[in-house]
Nanobody, 124 residues
Framework: EVQLQASGGGLVQAGGSLRLSCAAS????????IGWFRQAPGKEREGVSC????????YYKDSVKGRFTISRENGKNTVYLQMNNLKPEDTAVYYC?????????????????WGKGTLVTVSS
């Protein structure tokens, strides 16, 4: 059974940090790109970051560049999203998803596997 489990969300003040984790099982992790997406209340889902299989490429939404860092640890089948200098506009439910490619720019449409989200709330 394919599973993606996002964790690490919480309530943090503006300027604070959180590290999200996406733990995967049930598929060959090394062969998949992993992306992070978020959806705020009343808004469309948007791509936040993605890391390709083999760590060849990483992608970031413009508004998080320089603040967020994506990384993967294939031995643990886990992808991390380190989020620093968080802003209230980062508040959303964050999801991780897997596919052969990042499909950057599609806001996640077409990604093969999705996990349940983790809520990030940034207070001002």
């Amino acid at each position: 059974e394919v599973q993606l489990q996002a964790s690490g969300g919480g309530l943090v003040q503006a300027g604070g940090s959180l590290r999200l984790s996406c733990a995967a099982s049930g598929f060959t992790f090394d062969d998949y790109a992993i992306g992070w997406f978020r959806q705020a209340p009343g808004k469309e889902r948007e791509g936040v970051s993605c890391i390709s299989r083999g760590n060849v490429s990483t992608y970031y939404k413009d508004s998080v560049k320089g603040r967020f860092t994506i990384s993967r640890e294939n031995g643990k089948n886990t992808v991390y999203l380190q989020m620093n200098n968080l802003k209230p506009e980062d508040t959303a439910v964050y999801y991780c998803a897997a596919d052969s490619f990042c499909r950057w720019g599609t806001e996640g449409y077409g990604m093969d596997y999705w996990g349940k989200g983790t809520l990030v709330t940034v207070s001002s």
